[in-house]
T-cell receptor, first 115, second 110 residues
Framework: DAEITQSPRHKITETGRQVTLACHQT?????MFWYRQDLGHGLRLIHYSYGVQDTNKGEVSDGYSVSRSNTEDLPLTLESAASSQTSVYFCASSDGLAGGGNEQFFGPGTRLTVL | GIQVEQSPPDLILQEGANSTLRCNFS?????LQWFHQNPWGQLINLFY???GTKQNGRLSATTVATERYSLLYISSSQTTDSGVYFC????????????FGTGTQLKVEL
């Protein structure tokens, strides 16, 4: 069955370190998204991609970057981790063109703690 | 940006009771989804419902796009229904980017 996976599921790191969270989907979806979930804020969009070599900033993109070298993967990099980036991170994907209106499916999440 | 409000924020039910969760949004949308986040943190797709009514077992949802709201009905609730229910919308022309509400925390007790 097609699925979307994230790794690691849990990560503890120190302030200032670079961290990369992996997201892999086997749906063959064009669109991929990264969200973070914090108490009191729900889920907020960090970055997204509509296809290979395409990346775009979301609502809370400062301190994060993504790259899309193939259809299946959209890794999220924290360039220099900060305590404010302690959160649960969700990756999602959807089919179709950038015009939207497509159902999104979510991975299991990565819990990141920055000490 | 678009505002998404959910009510009630918290809800406690006895097993077997019915409930209605509401999602109001401030602008026209071309995608609305309902999710259940279980106690383990997993986001489970319930409905993709930009308009109309859908049913899946004990759950059903209705979206009235012209009046900018959606309702999620849970009938004969079970303890496994506990968790947080989110609605998320995509603004018309919004490129499939979802804006989430802050959720309804549901607890179903025996």
């Amino acid at each position: 069955d097609a699925e979307i996976t994230q790794s690691p599921r849990h990560k503890i790191t120190e302030t200032g370190r670079q961290v990369t969270l992996a997201c892999h989907q086997t749906w063959n979806h064009n669109n991929m998204f990264w969200y973070r979930q914090d108490l009191g804020h729900g889920l907020r969009l960090i970055h997204y991609s509509y296809g290979v070599q395409d990346t775009n900033k979301g609502e809370v993109s400062d301190g994060y970057s993504v790259s899309r070298s193939n259809t299946e993967d959209l890794p999220l990099t924290l360039e220099s981790a900060a305590s404010s980036q302690t959160s649960v991170y969700f990756c999602a994907s959807s089919d179709g063109l950038a015009g939207g209106g497509n159902e999104q499916f979510f991975g299991p999440g990565t819990r990141l703690t920055v000490l | 940006g678009i505002q998404v409000e959910q009510s009630p924020p918290d809800l406690i039910l006895q097993e077997g009771a019915n409930s209605t969760l509401r999602c109001n949004f401030s602008d026209s949308v071309n995608n609305l989804q309902w999710f259940h986040q279980n106690p383990w943190g997993q986001l489970i797709n319930l409905f993709y419902i930009p308009s109309g009514t859908k049913q899946n077992g004990r759950l059903s949802a209705t979206t009235v796009a012209t009046e900018r709201y959606s309702l999620l009905y849970i009938s004969s609730s079970q303890t496994t229904d506990s968790g947080v229910y989110f609605c998320a919308v995509e603004l018309t022309g919004g490129g499939n980017k979802l804006t989430f509400g802050t959720g309804t925390q549901l607890k179903v007790e025996l």
